[in-house]
């Protein structure tokens, strides 16, 4: 193939099997935290009527919608309603009550399928006028937005994420059966090379 040994050829496959393998982990990375308002361990003065957080790729609504609670320094919850999603924002009502410190706690089904949770905390230096709950209420119901997708691990662009391992898998095996095919090719020609030159001897 254009003047290249089959040691050279092999040396490609290995190469791009190499960049490969470092792609199919980008491609199923869960999703994280990039921004929220209020921000993480800040502060602010009026209470805000809702909790946003914002992820680097799309948050699913399949097989479960997000679940947000935001629970204030009395132990109270102060989320007034189900979390929304738009692509890779996260949206939460909230009626907050008592200066101090919130904690906003999260689970979502990221880009690639897998459920993500983890927390945040700010704190109110004023003073809100709701009264919170005991216990947060659980939204078992289909959240709205454009997050719903696909809930087999729909990327940002809407490629499907077992979309891109197969292709990448069938890539592996072809450039790995290429290589094989070589090498053996090579080794015959070098074998009958071999014997053709036991036989001048003779």
Known sequence: MNGMT??????????FLVAVCGVIPAAQAHDYLVGSSPKASGSVAAAPKTVTLTFDDIVLTRP???QVTVQGPDGRYYETGCATVTDRVVTTPVALGPAGKYT?????VSADGHPVSDNISFD??????GSGIASPKPCTTQA???GSRSGSGSRSDGVPGGAIVAVVVIAIVGVGG???ILLTRSRDRQADGVDD???DEE
């Open 197 to 199: 030159f036991d036989d």
């Open 178 to 180: 290429s290589a094989v």
């Open 104 to 108: 906003v706690t999260w689970r979502i």
């Open 124 to 129: 109110l230096t004023g003073k809100g006028g």
């Open 144 to 146: 709205s937005g454009g």
């Open 64 to 66: 479960a919608r997000p």
């Open 6 to 15: 089959p040691r050279r050829l092999i040396l490609v496959a290995v190469a």
